[in-house]
């Protein structure tokens, strides 16, 4: 399943935020997805706001809520199902039409 986890650092944490994910590099962000089970598919960013959203993939939720947890010092993020163009479709036409 896919899902878009929104993420909101908390401004009293935003230099902690910024100086630890911006001191690691590409394979151990990988690794923190990839070590609660979780593929990253994507991950965007407003740093202005010190917001984004990316997209997981997991065959279970309580993996994903485990890689949420990595950060729950720093930012707020929020979870939620979404399906790609061709899974909307087809349940659409499954279930709608």
Request: charged share 20%; proline share 1%.
């Amino acid at each position: 399943m896919l899902f878009q986890i929104d993420y909101s650092v908390f401004q009293s944490n935003k230099r902690d935020a910024f100086t630890a994910f911006g001191s690691m590099t590409q394979e151990q962000l990988e690794a923190l997805t990839s070590d609660h089970g979780v593929e990253l598919i994507g991950r965007w960013h407003c740093t202005g706001e010190a917001t984004g959203t990316m997209i997981v993939e997991t065959d279970d939720f309580s993996k994903c809520s485990a890689f949420q947890l990595a950060w729950a010092d720093v930012c707020e993020m929020k979870a939620k199902p979404v399906l790609t163009d061709v899974q909307a479709r087809e349940a659409i036409q499954a279930n709608y039409l």
